[in-house]
């Protein structure tokens, strides 16, 4: 965040600094150098403000040098186990409608041909919410991408 905040500053950065960030064999990535996904997560974000902030020729010239694998690091993460009573009442109170936008559904599960929904729960488990109905709704995915990542605007 601190070199963003310093090319805002300070204006583009030059195209050494830039190579530093994109071409990836001028940087070794390795899992030392994240603490957990988050700080993964958080880097990509630092890079995509940077691509978005240069021009399209300059990242073009980038890409033609660019090695099209990506690196790829493993990380350890922790998952909830979650309840799946909590889960099966809360698409079932949904009888197939987001509870969000209060749109169907928009296409089926391949398993199962129920309709898509992903149950979402208002105050998160890693924030120390409860896994229960109470606490839970189910959304239609760009819902629940809406509630995690983003912020209404109205067209």
């Not at 030059?14 to 993964?40: G, P, T």
């Not at 909590?86 to 398993?111: D, N, Q, T, Y």
């Not at 995915?141 to 509630?147: A, D, E, K, V």
């Amino acid at each position: 965040m601190e070199d963003i905040e310093r090319f805002e500053r300070e204006g583009p950065p030059s195209n050494a600094e830039l190579e530093r960030y994109f071409v990836l064999n001028s940087i070794c990535i390795s899992a030392a150098d994240f603490e957990d996904f988050d700080s993964v997560l958080e880097d990509f974000n630092q890079r995509l403000a940077v691509s978005l902030k240069s021009s399209s020729a300059d990242r073009k010239r980038r890409l033609a040098r660019a090695n099209p694998v990506p690196t790829r690091i493993e990380v350890r993460t922790s998952v909830f186990v979650r309840n799946t009573d909590v889960i099966a009442e809360v698409l079932e109170r949904a009888a197939g409608v987001c509870e969000g936008c209060r749109e169907s559904a928009p296409f089926v599960r391949a398993s199962n041909r129920t309709p898509y929904l992903e149950v979402h729960h208002r105050v998160q488990l890693a924030r120390g919410g409860p896994d229960t109905v109470a606490n839970a709704i189910a959304l239609c995915p760009n819902c629940h991408r809406l509630r995690h990542f983003g912020v209404w605007v109205e067209c």
